[in-house]
Protein backbone atom coordinates (compact mmCIF):
# COMPACT_ATOMS: atom_id res chain seq x y z
CA UNK A 1 0.00 0.00 0.00
CA UNK A 2 1.18 3.43 -0.55
CA UNK A 3 0.98 6.16 2.17
CA UNK A 4 1.73 9.86 0.43
CA UNK A 5 4.08 11.53 2.83
CA UNK A 6 3.06 15.06 3.82
CA UNK A 7 4.76 18.20 4.70
CA UNK A 8 2.68 19.80 6.92
CA UNK A 9 4.68 21.89 9.40
CA UNK A 10 3.37 21.42 12.94
CA UNK A 11 4.06 23.53 16.13
CA UNK A 12 5.42 22.41 19.22
CA UNK A 13 2.19 21.81 21.23
CA UNK A 14 2.28 17.80 20.46
CA UNK A 15 3.24 15.08 22.92
CA UNK A 16 5.59 12.79 22.45
CA UNK A 17 4.93 8.75 22.94
CA UNK A 18 6.42 5.93 22.87
CA UNK A 19 5.33 3.39 19.61
CA UNK A 20 4.99 0.59 22.24
CA UNK A 21 2.05 2.52 23.77
CA UNK A 22 -0.36 2.37 20.65
CA UNK A 23 -2.89 -0.39 21.49
CA UNK A 24 -6.23 0.39 19.10
CA UNK A 25 -6.85 2.18 16.42
CA UNK A 26 -9.73 5.04 16.25
CA UNK A 27 -11.90 5.42 13.06
CA UNK A 28 -13.51 8.83 12.11
CA UNK A 29 -15.38 10.61 9.35
CA UNK A 30 -14.57 14.15 8.19
CA UNK A 31 -17.91 14.75 8.92
CA UNK A 32 -19.08 17.02 5.86
CA UNK A 33 -19.94 15.63 1.97
CA UNK A 34 -17.71 18.45 0.50
CA UNK A 35 -14.21 17.23 -0.21
CA UNK A 36 -10.99 18.69 1.87
CA UNK A 37 -7.23 17.84 1.16
CA UNK A 38 -5.24 16.63 4.01
CA UNK A 39 -3.94 20.17 4.39
CA UNK A 40 -7.06 21.79 4.71
CA UNK A 41 -8.19 19.96 8.01
CA UNK A 42 -4.59 20.51 9.17
CA UNK A 43 -5.11 23.79 8.74
CA UNK A 44 -8.32 24.16 10.39
CA UNK A 45 -6.84 22.07 13.08
CA UNK A 46 -4.09 24.22 13.65
CA UNK A 47 -5.46 27.45 13.17
CA UNK A 48 -9.27 27.15 14.59
CA UNK A 49 -8.55 24.43 16.97
CA UNK A 50 -5.25 25.48 18.74
CA UNK A 51 -3.70 21.68 18.01
CA UNK A 52 -0.33 21.40 17.02
CA UNK A 53 -1.68 20.71 13.29
CA UNK A 54 -3.96 17.77 12.22
CA UNK A 55 -4.66 15.86 15.00
CA UNK A 56 -5.71 12.31 12.58
CA UNK A 57 -2.39 10.24 11.93
CA UNK A 58 -3.67 9.40 8.42
CA UNK A 59 -6.74 10.80 6.18
CA UNK A 60 -8.55 8.73 3.75
CA UNK A 61 -10.05 10.40 0.79
CA UNK A 62 -12.70 9.29 -1.24
CA UNK A 63 -10.80 8.22 -4.04
CA UNK A 64 -8.46 5.83 -1.64
CA UNK A 65 -5.96 7.76 -1.49
CA UNK A 66 -4.15 8.00 2.07
CA UNK A 67 -2.05 10.31 3.50
CA UNK A 68 -0.06 11.14 6.35
CA UNK A 69 -1.26 13.33 9.58
CA UNK A 70 0.91 14.12 12.22
CA UNK A 71 3.79 11.29 13.13
CA UNK A 72 2.74 8.42 14.79
CA UNK A 73 5.16 9.52 17.47
CA UNK A 74 2.99 11.92 18.31
CA UNK A 75 -0.01 11.95 19.91
CA UNK A 76 -2.85 12.31 18.39
CA UNK A 77 -6.10 15.00 18.90
CA UNK A 78 -9.42 13.20 18.10
CA UNK A 79 -11.05 11.25 20.66
CA UNK A 80 -10.57 12.80 23.70
CA UNK A 81 -9.47 10.66 26.92
CA UNK A 82 -9.04 7.97 24.70
CA UNK A 83 -5.55 9.62 22.36
CA UNK A 84 -2.43 8.28 24.65
CA UNK A 85 -2.31 5.11 23.15
CA UNK A 86 -4.70 5.12 19.73
CA UNK A 87 -4.06 5.72 16.01
CA UNK A 88 -6.31 8.59 14.67
CA UNK A 89 -7.63 7.67 11.16
CA UNK A 90 -10.15 10.31 9.55
CA UNK A 91 -12.20 9.05 5.94
CA UNK A 92 -13.22 11.78 3.70
CA UNK A 93 -17.10 12.45 3.95
CA UNK A 94 -20.10 12.40 5.76
CA UNK A 95 -21.43 8.97 6.37
CA UNK A 96 -24.54 9.95 8.33
CA UNK A 97 -25.53 11.14 5.01
CA UNK A 98 -23.33 9.38 2.08
CA UNK A 99 -22.40 5.52 1.61
CA UNK A 100 -18.69 4.47 1.40
CA UNK A 101 -17.61 3.73 -2.30
CA UNK A 102 -15.36 0.34 -2.49
CA UNK A 103 -12.37 2.26 -3.34
CA UNK A 104 -12.65 3.74 0.08
CA UNK A 105 -13.43 0.88 2.27
CA UNK A 106 -10.68 -0.92 0.37
CA UNK A 107 -8.23 1.71 1.19
CA UNK A 108 -8.93 1.80 4.45
CA UNK A 109 -9.30 -1.83 5.50
CA UNK A 110 -5.43 -2.37 3.69
CA UNK A 111 -4.25 0.68 5.57
CA UNK A 112 -6.07 -0.72 9.46
CA UNK A 113 -4.30 -4.62 8.74
CA UNK A 114 -0.95 -3.29 7.92
CA UNK A 115 -0.59 -0.69 11.18
CA UNK A 116 -2.66 -4.27 12.92
CA UNK A 117 0.38 -5.81 11.94
CA UNK A 118 3.51 -3.54 12.57
CA UNK A 119 2.08 -2.45 16.07
CA UNK A 120 0.74 -5.71 16.94
CA UNK A 121 -2.97 -3.82 17.59
CA UNK A 122 -6.04 -6.21 18.14
CA UNK A 123 -8.35 -3.27 18.98
CA UNK A 124 -10.41 -1.32 16.25
CA UNK A 125 -13.07 1.35 17.30
CA UNK A 126 -15.36 3.72 15.84
CA UNK A 127 -15.19 7.43 17.32
CA UNK A 128 -18.90 6.77 19.26
CA UNK A 129 -17.64 3.63 20.96
CA UNK A 130 -15.64 5.98 23.19
CA UNK A 131 -17.02 9.08 22.84
CA UNK A 132 -20.82 10.91 22.96
CA UNK A 133 -20.54 11.22 19.22
CA UNK A 134 -22.23 10.25 15.74
CA UNK A 135 -18.57 9.71 14.25
CA UNK A 136 -17.80 7.75 12.27
CA UNK A 137 -21.52 7.93 10.85
CA UNK A 138 -24.72 5.43 10.55
CA UNK A 139 -23.75 4.28 7.30
CA UNK A 140 -19.47 3.52 8.26
CA UNK A 141 -19.24 0.33 7.35
CA UNK A 142 -17.27 -0.29 11.01
CA UNK A 143 -18.14 -4.05 11.55
CA UNK A 144 -16.85 -4.58 7.90
CA UNK A 145 -13.55 -3.18 8.36
CA UNK A 146 -12.82 -4.52 11.55
CA UNK A 147 -13.66 -7.92 10.68
CA UNK A 148 -11.69 -7.76 7.40
CA UNK A 149 -8.58 -6.98 9.12
CA UNK A 150 -7.17 -10.07 11.24
CA UNK A 151 -3.84 -9.14 12.66
CA UNK A 152 -0.91 -11.44 11.45
CA UNK A 153 1.33 -13.34 13.87
CA UNK A 154 4.20 -11.12 14.87
CA UNK A 155 7.03 -12.82 16.32
CA UNK A 156 8.83 -9.85 17.66
CA UNK A 157 7.51 -6.17 18.27
CA UNK A 158 9.85 -4.55 15.45
CA UNK A 159 9.11 -1.41 17.31
CA UNK A 160 10.92 -1.97 20.58
CA UNK A 161 14.28 -1.16 21.53
CA UNK A 162 17.44 -3.07 20.98
CA UNK A 163 18.35 -2.61 24.81
CA UNK A 164 14.87 -3.92 25.43
CA UNK A 165 15.25 -7.21 22.83
CA UNK A 166 18.68 -7.43 24.73
CA UNK A 167 17.76 -7.66 28.16
CA UNK A 168 14.44 -9.65 27.37
CA UNK A 169 16.92 -12.39 25.22
CA UNK A 170 19.20 -12.55 28.23
CA UNK A 171 15.94 -13.02 30.37
CA UNK A 172 15.52 -16.03 27.88
CA UNK A 173 12.02 -14.89 26.59
CA UNK A 174 13.73 -16.08 22.88
CA UNK A 175 15.36 -19.16 23.97
CA UNK A 176 18.82 -20.21 22.77
CA UNK A 177 20.26 -20.99 19.12
CA UNK A 178 18.09 -21.33 16.30
CA UNK A 179 14.81 -21.05 18.12
CA UNK A 180 16.45 -17.22 18.95
CA UNK A 181 17.29 -16.36 15.88
CA UNK A 182 13.80 -17.34 14.28
CA UNK A 183 12.21 -15.10 16.96
CA UNK A 184 14.27 -12.32 16.77
CA UNK A 185 14.52 -12.77 12.87
CA UNK A 186 16.07 -9.80 10.73
CA UNK A 187 16.90 -7.91 13.87
CA UNK A 188 19.04 -10.86 15.61
CA UNK A 189 22.21 -9.80 14.31
CA UNK A 190 21.54 -6.50 16.48
CA UNK A 191 20.50 -7.89 19.54
CA UNK A 192 22.88 -10.49 19.40
CA UNK A 193 25.77 -7.74 19.49
CA UNK A 194 24.07 -5.92 22.37
CA UNK A 195 23.69 -9.19 24.65
CA UNK A 196 27.54 -9.52 24.26
CA UNK A 197 27.82 -5.68 24.59
CA UNK A 198 25.58 -6.17 28.25
CA UNK A 199 27.22 -10.04 29.07
CA UNK A 200 30.97 -9.41 28.26
CA UNK A 201 30.94 -5.71 28.95
CA UNK A 202 32.48 -4.90 25.86
CA UNK A 203 31.28 -3.52 22.78
CA UNK A 204 31.25 -5.54 19.59
CA UNK A 205 30.61 -3.59 16.65
CA UNK A 206 27.74 -3.84 14.91
CA UNK A 207 27.04 -3.03 11.26
CA UNK A 208 25.64 -0.41 9.43
CA UNK A 209 22.49 -1.45 8.19
CA UNK A 210 21.77 -2.26 4.61
CA UNK A 211 19.50 0.17 2.61
CA UNK A 212 16.70 -2.65 2.85
CA UNK A 213 16.35 -2.58 6.22
CA UNK A 214 16.18 1.16 6.77
CA UNK A 215 13.35 1.61 4.17
CA UNK A 216 11.45 -1.23 6.46
CA UNK A 217 12.08 1.32 9.51
CA UNK A 218 10.95 3.85 7.54
CA UNK A 219 7.80 2.34 6.75
CA UNK A 220 7.49 1.23 10.41
CA UNK A 221 7.67 4.81 11.57
CA UNK A 222 11.21 4.60 13.45
CA UNK A 223 12.12 7.47 11.42
CA UNK A 224 9.28 9.82 11.35
CA UNK A 225 8.04 12.12 8.54
CA UNK A 226 9.64 14.61 6.53
CA UNK A 227 11.40 16.67 6.32
CA UNK A 228 12.72 15.61 9.81
CA UNK A 229 13.38 11.85 8.33
CA UNK A 230 15.74 12.92 5.61
CA UNK A 231 17.54 15.16 8.10
CA UNK A 232 17.60 12.06 10.75
CA UNK A 233 19.10 9.74 8.07
CA UNK A 234 21.73 11.77 6.49
CA UNK A 235 23.05 12.49 9.86
CA UNK A 236 22.70 8.53 10.76
CA UNK A 237 24.98 8.28 7.64
CA UNK A 238 22.38 7.06 5.14
CA UNK A 239 21.55 7.91 1.88
CA UNK A 240 18.24 9.55 2.13
CA UNK A 241 17.43 9.52 -1.16
CA UNK A 242 18.51 5.75 -2.07
CA UNK A 243 16.45 4.73 0.86
CA UNK A 244 12.96 6.70 -0.16
CA UNK A 245 13.27 4.90 -3.52
CA UNK A 246 13.05 1.78 -2.18
CA UNK A 247 10.10 2.85 0.79
CA UNK A 248 8.40 3.73 -2.25
CA UNK A 249 9.02 0.69 -4.52
CA UNK A 250 7.71 -1.47 -1.34
CA UNK A 251 4.59 0.76 -0.75
CA UNK A 252 3.58 0.29 -4.46
ZN1 LIG B 1 -14.46 11.39 15.04
Not at 16 to 24: G, Q, Y
Not at 140 to 152: C, H, Q, R, S, Y
Not at 225 to 236: G, I, T, V
Request: one cysteine or more; glycine letters at 8%; a positive charge.
Amino acid sequence: MEIIETNLQFNSNKTIRDLNTIKRIILHHSGVTVLQTVETIHNYHKNSRGYAGIGYHFYVRKDGKVYRGRALEWVGAHAYGSNTDSIGICTEGDFNSETMSEIQKNAIKELVTYLKGIYNISIVQGHKEVCNTSCPGANFPLGEIVNATIAKNETVQTTRSIVDLANETIQGKYGDGEARKQALGSLYNEVQAKVNEILLGKKTTVAKKSNEQIANEVIEGKWGNNPSRKEKLQNAGYDYNAIQKIVNQKLR
